[in-house]
């Protein structure tokens, strides 16, 4: 009669532990795959903004390049049409700034704002006012006011820092991205833990140490 209240006892307890522990890690992989999915979400989030503040920073300023060169010609219908064009990326683009700096401030840092501010959006603006100027003088004034402006040097520059600002944008949503991978992966630490299910932090288990931390 022992025996089998033991067997009972032991059937039981096995069966409540076990659904407790299945449980618990059912939940913890819940848990770790709602911080991947809201990640992945605010990545391809970021990716987006930096999609849109690239494609249109680069727009204006290669319309710009373009309208500048044009100013160097003769050609009035080249000028007006080079112009239409320029005047359409510059009214895309400062629609869509306030957003971008609003954006900027959650998704990035405050930091990011001011580099778009200063680095790109001022020098474009500084740009457009002395080409604007330029636009109705005559071709030889033109000509010798856009070397003098360093106009196409100063577009140049303004490219490497949309250049720069993506590569820095990309490597930081790079370095702060949450993602279930591997053991073996080199972002297997311990401030890392709770972002793995449990099915590799089992696995984890029976390897060696040195590899993770």
């Known amino acids: 009669m022992w025996n089998l209240f033991t067997i009972f006892f032991s059937f039981v307890l096995t069966a409540v532990i076990g659904n407790f522990l299945a449980a618990g890690w059912q939940y913890r992989n819940w848990i770790a795959q709602q911080k991947v999915s809201v990640s992945q979400k605010k990545n391809e989030e970021q990716m987006a903004l930096l999609d849109e503040i690239e494609r249109l920073a680069s727009s204006r300023r290669f319309h710009m390049a373009r309208f500048a060169y044009s100013l160097e010609t003769d050609d009035d219908e080249l000028i007006k049409s080079r112009f239409t064009e320029f005047d359409k990326t510059l009214v895309q683009w400062n629609e869509r700034y306030s957003a971008f700096l609003a954006k900027l401030r959650i998704y990035r840092t405050f930091d990011d704002a001011i580099r778009l501010e200063t680095r790109i959006h001022t020098p474009l603006s500084l740009c457009t006012s002395d080409l604007a100027a330029l636009h109705k003088k005559d071709k030889a004034t033109r000509f010798e006011k856009i070397r003098k402006l360093k106009i196409h040097a100063r577009l140049n520059t303004i490219n490497g820092e949309i250049i720069d ?28 833990l709770h972002y793995f299910t449990t099915l590799f932090l089992l696995k984890s288990l029976f390897r060696e140490r040195q590899k993770y931390f």
Do not use: A, G
């Open 165 to 192: 600002f993506s590569r820095d944008y990309l490597t930081e949503i790079s370095r702060n991205s949450v993602i279930v991978i591997d053991p073996d992966s080199r972002d297997f630490k311990f401030e890392n």
